[in-house]
């Protein structure tokens, strides 16, 4: 990698080296590793959890499902928006 920066992060107490591109990427991924860890805490507080895995193994599922539910959203929405242009393109060319 050219001009790449060397970072730790610690998620669930564990400290994992990183080799980024750039500090805007670092910005990024520090905001993600918040997320977790806020999610590990939240989990632990609220399940009776014995292994660090367990939670992270959760919040895996949580950050995975939250992205498949988007994209499935996402998904219907530009089917609906092509659906209209096709009726206005049909009511147009019916004018023409």
Known sequence: MTNSLRIKVTIGDRVYPLTIRDESEEEGIRAAVKKINDLVKK??????????????????????????????????????????????????????
């Open 43 to 96: 989990f632990e507080q609220s399940y009776e959890v014995r292994d660090k895995q367990d939670v992270l193994a959760m919040c895996a599922l949580q950050f995975a499902s939250q992205q498949e539910v988007k994209s499935v959203q996402e998904n219907v929405v530009s089917e609906q928006v092509e659906n209209k242009l096709r009726e206005l393109s049909s009511l147009l060319d019916s004018h023409l």
